[in-house]
């Protein structure tokens, strides 16, 4: 194709690194926002960006050498990824650590490990790997196999307890399904069958908290000062923010600490309370710009198993978004889903940045592939 | 429809659906983009001025902040009630680092006691940990300085000064001024009802008793409030505003606390009220009640002991005797019968009885004996004031009527509450028909009217009653209301509050008035009168009437007491009477409780006390007139200098 020759011929220093300029910037425009919010809503305190910046500088690291692994490779790796993460699921459920309530954590001596995040990719991976075995569109019963893939880890997942990133889990693998051109019938069927099992969930599948959580979210005023009390600081946040925001330092809900869990999940109220809807708007192009470019990866790559791949990571980083900013500002159940790239904390942190690695790999390695 | 398994895959197709499906997606991921925009467009737009309201409500706390309370004064400028700072002794204890040490510490240092502890760490329970929480109220002089000097030892321990109300005069004034202590529920009850709740947002205590209470919405002033900052745990970052409270008004009393102090001093060991009054205005000048108590104890929350000591006295000390014993009058009050006879034309000057020590109605079984067992002989009005005869009264009650006495003496202002301003009052009782009836369901008996001509039977008055009732007779019908509060100080001057009036007694000659004033003053004056011996060799001229009421004590619900009975028997002793005849000033009522004869005890006390306001009290209001004047003329003559 004229545009695989026309890459080939390019010999930037970053072509060569096989980083994308493109998305490399508009990812560093995040992890600045994220720094200054973060110095904001955590009380002026070097110690919390000192620490975001150590994490942002492995993720970073992690993202580069990923890049540099071709398509091809993952590809191959695809089933023992999946299966080494699947292990380490059931591991994490008979002798997994507990913390803040639910049972996530490998304790590998050294290091804690959450094997969930593992799947974040691997799903991806995997199904990218099975459906792209066969011809597009797939049929049926690949289809049928591909959600099997999908809902074995995001049960696992479910049952730690972590809601957020079964979630994630499931809509990367879902992602890669759709993408793969599965019928728009069996699209609307499945649907319809989701929104009948979701009263069977309701009754039998969720927690306690859980149920709670989507009953304050349908209304949060009922228990202004208990369950409710997060979405309402929040809204008052953001709403208190205006158009042009208090500015950067001088968001009262954050800086008198009105506003719960302000430095991790609930870091968009803070920034919108500070910034304004302009702030916000600009975020989300942002967003928006990380989004396009990475369909556009996709749209370019050049076979199945790399675009469907490419997409559904890309489309998993705007579930993120999306469930992040609608929970905070009430459109969603509080789940526990980070703001990517600007929320404090560690975990998703290499996880996204290791998706972004696959999708940079994608972009610049494609004239080492055959067809 | 499914294609078949394809052996060779068409890449250009299978690009088309994926590139077809990734056009979908941005489809969708805009759209929903636009919904979170449109959210927060809602949000911060919109809705923008609730959220903003909802923000500012979150952080901005207003604070009420107390009011001084007002001070009060004598007549002298004496303060009788101040505000003094107490100082506690306040732990937070979130900034103690290790508070059982901290109070272990503190003990050994305060020596607080067990009971201090246990109640801090009860009302600890009760509280954040970062706010400051007191744990020993008042601290001495002593406390406060053994602490300052170890103050670095103790972080998180502070001493905290607050103002607090003080009554340097103790016992001398408490029925009369009364006191203040902590809002409690009923207060707050009442609050709320009146719509004052708002303004008591940061008020402490609250009048309880006397003038306290009854001039609180004077006194009080009106909260002011800071706006402040505060952190999720209400701690306060920066203050925004401030609104500064109005102080109360400081008032001064006609109170002469010299006065009211000779009064506690002539009552001193005995049960019973001294009433004092200036006749001309109806101020009053003294009030006290015996057995009083330190009002200060009421304060600081008064000890579960202590008030069950002063509750179950027999003495009944939180009874404001002035205003609330309802007493016999007794002969006190035949002047007031005798001008009733004179304005109706029951009786003339000429009218005479002859006084044999007895007096008899026909048909009626029963003998009314004077107190002096063989009589007073030929008696007309005058002699019948000035021996105060009771044959005399048995007889005018008798041609009287009770429906005359009572109308007359309700004129007098007997059987009505006199509106002096303290809630603390009684309107006693004059008897009626149809008291008597709706009371016991009986008739009147002709048989209970003639004691009533010598104020005894079912008649009662207080001793503030009977002190008003002499001065309408002094004023000759003028009626002034009493008042203890003078008025209000502003900037150094006495802004007095005008005098009330009364519906004045109606006078139809006047000459009658005179003729009951002459023998008030014969009772003085004239060797036969009943209190000549009492105030033998005055070197100032008064008048004045001696009671003797038979018993009907004044202690409520007394226990009977054995071993007590017989003195609490004993006759009340009353003395009314006033100075200068000729041009009165000073008026009082004396009442002391089974005492006996009231020429013999009630009149010598009241005679301590009018020697003493001649001698002290009034030589030096002149000189005080006059250094007043001086004043004033000094500072208008300022005034026009500066102007």
């Known amino acids: ?371 | 429809m499914p294609p078949k398994r394809q052996i060779i895959r068409d890449h250009t197709a299978e690009s088309n659906l994926v590139a077809r499906r990734t056009f979908v997606s941005i489809i969708l991921v805009s759209i929903m983009m636009l919904v979170i925009i449109f959210n927060l467009y809602q949000l911060q737009v919109r809705q923008y001025e609730d959220y903003q309201t909802r923000s500012n409500g979150n952080r901005i706390k207003v604070l009420p902040v107390a009011p001084n309370r007002g001070l009060i004064f004598d007549r002298n400028g004496e303060i009788l009630a101040e505000n003094k700072p107490v100082f506690s002794l306040e732990i937070t204890p979130d900034e103690t680092g290790d508070l059982d040490s901290t109070i272990e510490k503190l003990s050994a240092l305060m020596s607080l006691s067990e009971n201090e502890i246990s109640e801090f760490r009860r009302d600890m329970k009760r509280q954040r940990r970062f706010k400051p929480l007191s744990i020993r109220q008042q601290l001495s002089h002593d406390d406060v300085a053994l602490f300052a000097a170890k103050q670095h030892q103790f972080p998180g321990v502070s001493i905290e000064a607050r103002l607090s109300r003080y009554y340097p005069f103790k016992d001398a004034l408490t029925h009369m001024l009364g006191y203040v202590a902590r809002i409690n529920k009923r207060d707050l009850g009442k609050l709320e009802s009146s719509e004052q709740l708002a303004n008591y947002a940061a008020t402490h205590d609250i009048g309880k008793q006397g003038v306290e209470k009854f001039h609180e919405q004077i006194l009080h002033g009106q909260v002011g409030y800071q706006q402040v900052e505060v952190n999720n745990q209400g701690r306060i970052i920066r203050i925004l505003s401030f609104e500064p409270p109005i102080p109360g008004q400081d008032i001064v009393l006609n109170i002469d606390i010299n006065l009211q102090k000779k009064a506690q001093e002539v009552m001193a060991g005995r049960r019973g009220s001294v009433v004092i009054t200036d006749p001309n205005d109806g101020g009053v000048l003294a009030l006290y009640s015996s057995p009083s108590y330190d009002p200060n104890l009421f304060v600081h929350g008064i000890s579960q002991k202590e008030y069950s000591k002063l509750l179950a006295s027999k003495n009944s000390p939180l009874l404001n005797r002035a205003t609330q014993g309802r007493y016999p009058p007794a002969s006190t009050i035949k002047p007031h019968l005798a001008l009733l006879g004179l304005e109706d034309g029951v009786i003339d000057e000429t009218t005479e009885i002859i006084d044999r020590g007895t007096y008899r109605l026909k048909n009626v079984n029963h003998v009314w004996r004077d107190w002096k067992k063989w009589g007073h002989g030929k008696v007309d009005v005058t002699k019948s004031i000035e021996v105060s005869c009771d044959i005399f009264y048995y007889d005018l009650a008798y041609k009287l009527g009770i429906d005359r006495i009572s109308d007359g003496m309700k004129a007098f202002g007997f059987g009505e509450k006199t509106g002096i301003d303290l809630l603390e009052e009684s309107g006693a009782n004059m008897p009626s028909r149809g008291w008597k009836r709706a009371r016991f369901n009986e008739p009147w008996y002709i048989g209970d009217t003639i004691p009533v001509g010598i104020g005894q039977s079912y008649w009662n008055a207080t001793p503030l009653q009977i002190a008003q009732s002499v001065n309408f007779l002094i004023n000759k019908g003028q009626k002034h209301t009493p008042r203890i509060i003078q008025g209000y100080l502003v900037e150094g001057a006495i802004d007095k509050i005008p005098i009330e009036m009364q519906e004045p007694i109606p006078v139809v000659d006047e000459r009658n008035w005179d003729l009951v004033l002459d023998a008030l003053y014969g009772t003085v004056n004239r060797d036969h009168g009943t209190a000549h011996t009492a105030f033998r060799g005055t070197d100032y001229i008064s008048a004045g009437k001696t009671g003797t009421a038979q018993l009907f004590s004044v202690a409520q619900d007394a226990e009977y007491d054995e071993e007590n009975v017989s003195a609490r028997l004993k006759d009340n002793a009353m003395y009314v009477g006033y100075a200068p005849f000729s041009n009165p000033e000073i008026s009082l009522a004396v009442v002391i409780e089974n005492a006996g004869g009231g020429s013999s005890n009630a009149a010598p006390a009241a005679r301590i006390v009018l020697d003493y306001y001649f001698s002290e009290i009034k030589p030096r209001d002149i000189a005080q007139e006059i250094k007043m004047q001086e004043s004033a003329i000094a500072s208008l003559a300022a005034e026009t200098e500066g102007g």
């Open chain 1, 1 to 371: 194709m004229v545009e695989a020759k026309f890459t080939t011929v390019k010999t930037t220093i970053l072509e060569r690194l096989h980083i994308d300029a493109f998305l490399l910037f508009a990812l560093t425009c995040l992890m600045g926002i994220g720094l200054v919010t973060i110095y904001s809503s955590g009380g002026q305190d070097w110690g919390l960006v000192n620490r975001q910046l150590t994490r942002l500088g492995i993720a970073l690291i992690v993202m580069f050498i990923l890049a540099q692994i071709p398509p091809m490779a993952y590809r191959r790796l695809a089933v023992y990824f999946y299966s080494f993460g699947l292990i380490m699921l059931v591991a994490v459920l008979l002798v997994g650590v507990v913390g803040k309530g639910a049972q996530r954590w490998l304790d590998l001596g050294v290091v804690r490990f959450q094997p969930s995040e593992v799947m974040k990719l691997a799903v991806p991976l995997m199904v990218a790997w099975y459906i792209s075995k066969f011809n597009l569109p797939p049929r049926a019963r690949n289809i049928a196999i591909g959600f099997i893939f999908v809902f074995i880890p995001t049960i696992l997942i479910a049952k730690q307890p972590d809601l957020g990133t079964s979630l994630l889990v499931a809509s990367s693998g879902v992602f890669a399904l759709f993408l793969s051109g599965m019928k728009w019938k069996l699209i609307g069927f499945i649907t319809a069958l989701g929104g009948a099992f979701a009263p069977v969930m309701w009754f039998f599948l969720m927690q306690g908290y859980q149920k709670q959580r989507v009953l304050t979210f349908l209304n949060p005023e009922s228990d202004p000062l208990g369950a409710g009390y997060h979405i309402i600081q929040s809204k008052i946040a953001i709403g208190s923010g205006g158009v042009s925001g208090k500015g950067w330092l001088q968001g009262t809900q954050s800086q008198l600490e009105f506003l719960p869990e302000r430095h991790t999940d609930f870091i968009f109220a803070v920034f919108s309370e500070e910034f304004g809807l302009i702030g916000v708007v600009g975020l989300l192009f942002i967003y928006m710009c990380i989004i396009i470019r990475g369909l556009m990866i996709a749209n370019y790559a050049q076979d199945a198993f790399s675009k469907i791949l490419a997409g559904s990571i890309t489309l998993t980083f705007f579930v993120y978004v999306f469930v992040n900013m609608g929970m905070v500002s009430g459109l969603l159940p509080v789940v526990g889903v980070p703001l990517p790239l600007i929320s404090y904390g560690g975990t998703s942190m290499v996880t996204l940045l290791a998706g972004f690695g696959i999708l940079m790999s994608i972009s610049t390695q494609r004239r080492l592939l055959s067809r």
